[in-house]
C-alpha cells in the first residue's frame, strides 16, 4: 500500500527514482510511552486508510540532473504529527544526507508534535534541530517546502531553520495551530502569503512549478560544485562606458541619472540563472536588496544587490543572512553596491538600523569566503559601505562614493545650497580620486 500514499506521490511527482530509507528499528511498546488507551488502535486505524506506516517518508530521489535526500509528511496520519519513531526517521534522513553528501528537501504538512507520546514526543524538536544543525555545519543545503498546514513544532524546529524556505499558496502556517489558537487570531499572518511578506518564507511556489524550482535550488547549491575556499566571483564588466566625470558634482549627477543601469540589469547579464531569496527571517522584508544565488559561467555566485533606495533595516538583516549562508556553504559573493544611503527616519530607527547595519558588516568582515563589491551607483556612506568588501571594491564610471552626500555636508557645515557642488568636489568622491586614495581596486571596463 506505500506506493499509493498522498506523501509518496507528492515526493515523486517532484522527483524521479524515489528510494524509499529503511526506518530506524522500532522500538515503539504498547500504546506508545504514555500508555496512552488505544493508541495502537488508531495508528492500525491510520495505516488501514492512508497506506502510511507512520507520518514521515524518507529517502533519496533525483532532482533534475541531481540527488536529494527527501523528508515528506503524510497529514492524513494523526494531522503529520513528530513522535518518537518518526522523529528518529528524521534524524536518520539527515544522517543519511550527510554521509551521502545530499542536500534535503523536507516537504512539510504537520500540525506539530503527537499529544498520544506526551514529553517523548515533544524532546524530538530538540534532537531534529540537532541533526538539521550537524547537517548546516556540514555545509549540506536544506531546502524546505511549506504545505498546508505547516504549524508548532515542525515549522519553528525544521521548516524555519531551512536555509531556503518555499511555500505553496494559501498554506497556514503559524506556531500555534488554528485549534489551539484564540478564534480571533485569524487572517493573513497565519498564512504563507503573510509569511512571505514578514520575511520568513523566500517565495511562494504552486505545485506545477515546484519540480523546476527544486531542480534549479539542487543544482545551484548541490555540495559537490563547492568548493572552500572558491575563487572569488568575477567584476561584472560595467553596462556604460562613458568617460571619467571631470568634477565631483558631475559624478554625483551621473550616479543619481534615472537612465543609469540599476542592480538588475547587471544581475541578468552577470547570470544566466538566479533564484532570489526574500526578507531577513525577523518580520521584514526590503524590496531595495536583492539577494539570491545564481550561476554565473558554470559557477554558484551569491549576490546582495542595492537598487538605489536608501535600505531599510530588514535589508541589511537580508544581505547579512546571504553572507552567512554564501558563507555556510563555500559560495563566493558578489556584492553591488548602490544606495543614497541608510534609512534614517523614524520607522528604521524604530526597526534597529544601527544594529542591522552592524550585521551587515560583521557578516563581511566574519566571511571565509571572498567577497567581491561593484559600486554602480550612488556609495552613500556607512549604508553603502557596509555591503562593500575591504580590498576587493571597484566602480564603475558612473559612480561615486563618500563619507556623507554632499548635501549633508552643506547641512552640517552650515553653507549654502550653492555650495554643494564645491563640497562633492572636496569630498574627492570621484572613481578616479577612489583609486588614488586606495579605496578601490579600479574602474570596471
Known amino acids: 500500500m506505500a506506493e499509493h500514499t498522498a506523501a509518496r506521490v507528492l515526493v515523486e511527482s517532484v522527483s524521479q527514482g524515489f528510494e524509499e530509507f529503511e526506518p530506524p528499528a522500532d522500538r515503539s ?17 491510520v495505516t488501514a486508510r492512508t ?8 529517502g533519496r530521489g533525483w532532482v533534475g540532473s541531481r540527488q536529494a535526500v527527501f523528508i515528506a509528511f503524510e497529514f492524513g496520519f494523526l494531522g503529520g504529527s513528530i513522535g518518537t519513531a518518526a522523529g528518529a526517521r528524521v534524524v536518520a534522513a539527515f544522517e543519511q544526507a550527510r554521509q551521502q553528501r545530499l542536500p534535503v528537501i523536507s516537504l512539510v504538512a504537520s500540525g506539530g508534535s503527537r499529544m498520544q507520546e506526551g514529553i517523548c514526543a515533544l524532546r524530538q524538536l530538540q534532537e531534529i534541530s540537532r541533526a538539521a544543525l550537524l547537517t548546516r555545519q556540514a555545509r549540506i543545503p536544506h531546502v524546505t517546502v511549506l504545505r498546508d498546514p505547516t504549524t508548532g513544532g515542525m515549522w519553528a524546529a525544521l521548516a524555519a531553520a531551512a536555509d531556503v524556505v518555499l511555500a505553496a499558496p494559501g498554506a497556514a502556517v503559524a506556531f500555534g495551530g488554528s485549534r489551539v489558537r484564540r478564534p480571533i487570531d485569524t487572517g493573513e499572518a497565519f498564512t504563507a502569503e503573510g509569511k512571505l511578506a514578514d520575511g520568513q518564507v523566500d517565495r511562494i511556489v504552486d505545485d506545477a512549478e515546484l519540480p523546476d524550482v527544486l531542480a534549479d535550488l539542487v543544482a545551484l547549491l548541490h555540495p559537490q560544485r563547492l568548493v572552500r575556499p572558491p575563487e572569488p566571483a568575477p567584476v561584472p564588466a560595467a553596462l556604460t562606458s562613458g568617460d571619467l566625470p571631470a568634477t565631483g558634482w558631475h559624478a554625483v549627477q551621473r550616479a543619481r541619472a534615472a537612465d543609469r543601469p540599476r542592480a538588475r540589469a547587471y544581475l541578468d547579464a552577470y547570470f544566466t540563472n538566479r533564484f532570489e531569496i526574500s526578507g531577513d527571517r525577523a518580520g521584514g522584508r526590503d524590496a531595495g536588496m536583492i539577494c539570491g544565488i545564481g550561476d554565473h559561467r558554470g559557477r554558484t555566485i551569491a549576490f546582495a544587490a542595492q537598487t538605489g533606495t536608501a535600505n531599510t533595516p530588514a535589508g541589511f538583516r537580508t544581505a547579512a543572512r546571504l553572507i552567512r549562508l554564501a558563507d555556510q556553504l563555500g559560495i563566493p559573493v558578489l556584492t553591488l553596491v548602490d544606495t543614497p544611503g541608510a534609512a534614517n527616519d523614524a520607522a528604521a530607527e524604530r526597526g534597529g538600523i544601527g544594529p542591522a547595519i552592524a550585521e551587515s558588516f560583521t557578516a ?4 571565509r569566503v571572498p567577497i567581491t563589491t561593484l559600486v554602480i551607483g550612488e556609495g552613500g556612506s556607512g549604508g553603502a559601505l557596509a555591503l562593500a ?5 571597484w566602480i564603475t564610471s558612473d559612480a561615486y562614493f563618500a563619507v556623507i552626500a554632499p548635501e549633508s555636508s552643506a547641512a552640517i557645515l552650515k553653507r549654502a545650497p550653492a555650495e554643494v557642488p564645491e563640497l562633492a568636489g572636496l569630498l574627492r568622491l570621484r572613481p578616479q580620486d577612489l583609486v588614488d586614495l586606495g579605496f578601490v581596486q579600479g574602474i570596471a571596463r
Open 29 to 45: 511498546v504498547p500504546d506508545g510511552p504514555l500508555g496512552w488507551p488505544g493508541y495502537d488502535d488508531q495508528r492500525a486505524r
Open 51 to 58: 497506506g502510511a506506516a507512520e507520518s514521515v517518508l524518507c
Open 364 to 367: 563581511v568582515a566574519d566571511a
Open 389 to 393: 568588501a575591504p580590498e576587493r571594491t
